[in-house]
């Protein structure tokens, strides 16, 4: 068990719809990243926030967006959704954002777009 | 981000040691090497990281090359639950802003009795 919590583990739901994922980062952890997963591909990194400030960015969709909250916990909003976005969501945590600080992932978020 | 190169995939016999190599040429001084691996259905597990040395945790061994441009990961005795794709990743020391962790496409380990 890895420490880090992501709700819900399955969701399924239609085009056009928004969802909002969540997770729950390890104890004591200050950074939190998010990942997609699609089928046949590998991970690709959307968005890192380090004690709720935003830190980094990747190839994340103007559709989607984050936030970090005060008491650490962070979730991930997906609107006017897509059968393309259908995939795995992982969210991973660590204590710091340098080299020396690993990151411990969740057991993801299995997104299903109708 | 400095880029690795894995071998697409591996195989191993259940209980012999397994050596995941990994090469990173353009590795820089700051450079953390890490390794996560994923087991099907699974988010990514953290296994170890090192700098310049080599290594241990209760999971595996990290052999870091005198140069650093290559490392190998080390499993003493694979076991069945040990198959999974493994991830050799560079991460920086002083990261800023670009903190991610970008992961390529990894070996794909299969055990077998």
């Known amino acids: 068990d890895s420490g880090v919590t992501q709700t819900p583990k399955h969701l399924i739901t239609a085009t056009g719809q928004r969802v909002t994922l969540r997770c729950s980062p390890r104890?004591?952890?200050?950074?939190v990243y998010w990942y997609q997963q699609s089928l046949d591909q590998g991970l690709q990194f959307l968005i890192q926030?380090?004690?709720?400030?935003?830190?980094a960015k990747g190839n994340i969709l103007e559709r989607f967006s984050a936030q970090q909250f005060p008491d650490l916990h962070s979730e991930l909003n997906l609107s006017s959704l897509e059968l393309g976005d259908s995939a795995l969501y992982f969210c991973?945590?660590?204590?710091?954002?340098?080299?020396?600080?690993?990151?411990?992932f969740g057991n993801g978020t299995r997104l299903t777009v109708t | 981000d400095a880029k690795t190169t894995q071998p697409n995939s591996m195989e191993s016999n259940e209980e012999e040691p397994v050596h995941l190599p990994c090469n990173h040429s353009?590795?820089?001084?700051?450079?953390?090497i890490h390794w996560y691996r994923q087991l099907p259905s699974q988010g990514p597990e953290y296994v170890i990281h090192?700098?310049?040395s080599n290594v241990n945790n209760r999971m595996a061994s990290l052999a870091i090359a005198e140069d650093r441009k290559s490392s190998t990961l080390i499993l003493h005795r694979a076991t069945l639950r040990d198959a999974a794709v493994y991830y050799c990743?560079?991460?920086?020391?002083?990261?800023?802003?670009?903190?991610?962790?970008?992961f390529g496409t990894g070996t794909r380990l299969q055990v077998t009795l």
């Open positions: 991973a945590s660590s204590e710091r954002i340098d080299g020396n600080s690993p990151l411990h």
């Open positions: 926030y380090y004690n709720g400030e935003e830190r």
């Open positions: 090192g700098l310049t």
């Open positions: 353009t590795i820089s001084g700051t450079d953390y």
């Open positions: 990743i560079l991460r920086a020391l002083l990261t800023g802003t670009a903190s991610k962790l970008t």
């Open positions: 104890s004591g952890d200050l950074s």
